[in-house]
């Protein structure tokens, strides 16, 4: 699982089974979105959520 950021910048990234990310907001990320490799070699992208 990764969080990406404005411009590509990652923002945190975790390996193996996750049940619950935390990640604090500092505000200069612009937007956070949330990428996800699936098992199996399939992967998933979350719509971006802006940060003012």
Do not use: C, S, W
Not at 1 to 22: F, P, W
Not at 36 to 51: T, Y
């Amino acid at each position: 699982m990764t969080l990406i950021g404005k411009d590509g910048r990652i923002l945190h990234e975790e390996t193996g089974r996750i049940n619950q990310v935390k990640y604090t907001v500092k505000g200069n990320e612009g937007y956070i979105r949330i990428a996800v490799d699936l098992e199996g070699g399939f992967g998933a992208f979350a719509q971006p959520i802006f940060v003012e």
